[in-house]
């Protein structure tokens, strides 16, 4: 087992929560990073949050948002657990569900995908994979914003986050992508795109939120 999940099942949940708000504190402003969110997100929307892990983050994004509605999925067997229960009526959970999953149950189609902090946490092998699921949904909701959170690396505060995963979270896989990188590869896989950068690398470097649409 992995040195986080190992602490955390030694902490309990309620300290456990305490000490993962505290350890997330080091690497990423959650305040922050909701309100850039929240200026890349469409009013009245509907968001997919894809991979979305323990939920904290959301809780920012909800309490700024009294119009969003969030589905949020990831392919481990717990999604949301630390999603506030104040927000519990606009939260669809659903574990063990990839985006692929996810369009081949035939659910709602969203308004925006949120993907963030786990594109370096996919293969290079499997990113056009997974790509080819959002590639999928562009092409059935045209009007799709994707929205995407993660690291620039080239900083120290980005090289600890490199570590925390690689040797805490315990991901061999781990491969930081720049924004310049992630315009490429999306293009790529999806085609031409527009893009929007919001203002979290200013405020809240390496940190960054970008916004993709046609």
């Known amino acids: 087992m992995a040195l986080g999940p190992a602490i955390r099942r030694l902490l309990g949940a309620r300290l456990a929560r305490r000490a993962g708000r505290?350890?997330?504190?080091?690497?990423?402003?959650?305040?922050?990073?909701?309100?850039?969110?929240?200026?890349?997100?469409?009013?009245?929307a509907h968001l997919l949050d894809i991979g979305g892990g323990d939920g904290e983050p959301l809780n920012h994004l909800l309490d700024l948002r009294p119009d969003?509605?969030?589905?949020?999925?990831?392919?481990?067997?717990?999604?949301?657990?630390?999603?506030?229960?104040?927000?519990?009526?606009?939260v669809t959970?659903?574990?063990?569900?990839?985006?692929?999953d996810y369009l081949g149950e035939g659910r709602t189609y969203p308004d925006a995908i949120l993907?963030?902090?786990?594109?370096?946490?996919?293969?290079?092998?499997?990113?056009?994979?997974?790509?080819?699921?959002?590639?999928?949904?562009?092409?059935?909701?045209?009007?799709?914003?994707?929205?995407?959170?993660?690291?620039?690396?080239?900083s120290w505060r980005a090289l600890l986050g490199y570590?925390?995963?690689?040797?805490?979270?315990?991901?061999?896989?781990?491969?930081?992508i720049s924004r310049e990188r992630l315009a490429r590869i999306f293009e790529e896989a999806l085609g031409p795109l527009r893009s929007e950068d919001t203002n979290l690398f200013e405020i809240d470097r390496?940190?960054?939120?970008?916004?993709?649409?046609?």
């Open 68 to 90: 969003l509605r969030i589905t949020t999925l990831d392919p481990g067997h717990t999604v949301g657990r630390w999603i506030e229960t104040r927000f519990a009526d606009r």
């Open 115 to 154: 993907i963030a902090d786990v594109l370096h946490h996919i293969p290079e092998a499997a990113r056009a994979g997974f790509l080819g699921s959002v590639r999928l949904l562009l092409e059935r909701v045209p009007t799709l914003r994707i929205v995407v959170k993660d690291v620039e690396p080239g």
């Open 22 to 44: 505290w350890y997330r504190a080091i690497f990423v402003d959650l305040a922050k990073e909701a309100a850039a969110l929240d200026a890349a997100i469409p009013r009245d």
């Open 206 to 214: 390496p940190n960054y939120a970008v916004a993709f649409f046609r």
């Open 93 to 100: 959970r659903l574990p063990g569900t990839s985006l692929a």
């Open 163 to 176: 570590w925390s995963d690689r040797y805490i979270t315990g991901d061999p896989n781990v491969s930081p």
